[in-house]
């Protein structure tokens, strides 16, 4: 198997239809969420989330810069100070210009660090992540980080659905 070959197909695909939705969301939806259930992101929150959904955390993997204060040590932290806050305390973009400039550098980093990695590290370097000590293949964990950002993908593909926006099962994909 050819990681980098499979992992950039990945992240190039996954990225532009990500775009593709961006495009279909506009500044007056920001402070949308559905209407029922509990502790739902808002439309800023969730855009802020799919900016860095792939790209920060794969810098984790590649670095081992978590993103943490100076001092901390990830491997320290228990497992339920690695989980994200409730929703009412996540952070937002404040628009939609701001979410695309933000998705287009966290592809540029998950590209950039793919890079830097050799396919033997890919397919041999053990990694385990701060909120799963299992260890896997930097390769599979990096693809891991692609499949976070698609589900957060989907979910904006639904947010946008529930607000009438004209999306289908194409703009999904990216097509």
């Known amino acids: 198997m050819n990681w980098k070959e499979l992992l950039a197909k990945e992240i190039e695909s996954t990225y532009a239809a990500a775009e593709g939705l961006l495009d279909l969301a506009d500044d007056e939806m920001?402070?949308?969420k559905p209407a029922t259930g509990s502790n739902w992101m808002t439309s800023a929150q969730l855009l802020k989330h799919v900016t860095n959904a792939c790209g920060e955390s794969m810098r984790g993997f590649v670095t081992?810069?978590?993103?943490l204060p100076e001092g901390v040590d990830v491997n320290?932290?228990?497992p339920e100070e690695m989980?994200?806050?409730p929703a009412e305390k996540m952070p937002a973009v404040g628009s939609i210009a701001e979410a695309k400039q933000m998705?287009?550098?966290?592809k540029q980093l998950a590209l950039s660090l793919l890079s830097e990695c050799s396919e033997e590290e890919l397919s041999t370097k053990q990694t385990t992540a701060p909120w799963?000590?299992?260890e896997m293949i930097l390769g599979h964990r990096l693809l891991q980080m692609v499949d976070h950002l698609k589900?957060?993908?989907?979910q904006l593909f639904y947010y946008l659905k529930l607000q009438d926006k004209p999306v289908n099962t194409g703009n999904l994909w990216g097509m």
């Open 30 to 32: 920001l402070q949308w």
């Open 64 to 67: 081992g810069d978590w993103g």
């Open 76 to 78: 320290s932290l228990p």
């Open 83 to 85: 989980m994200l806050p």
């Open 103 to 106: 998705l287009d550098e966290d």
């Open 132 to 134: 799963d000590p299992t």
């Open 151 to 154: 589900v957060h993908k989907a």
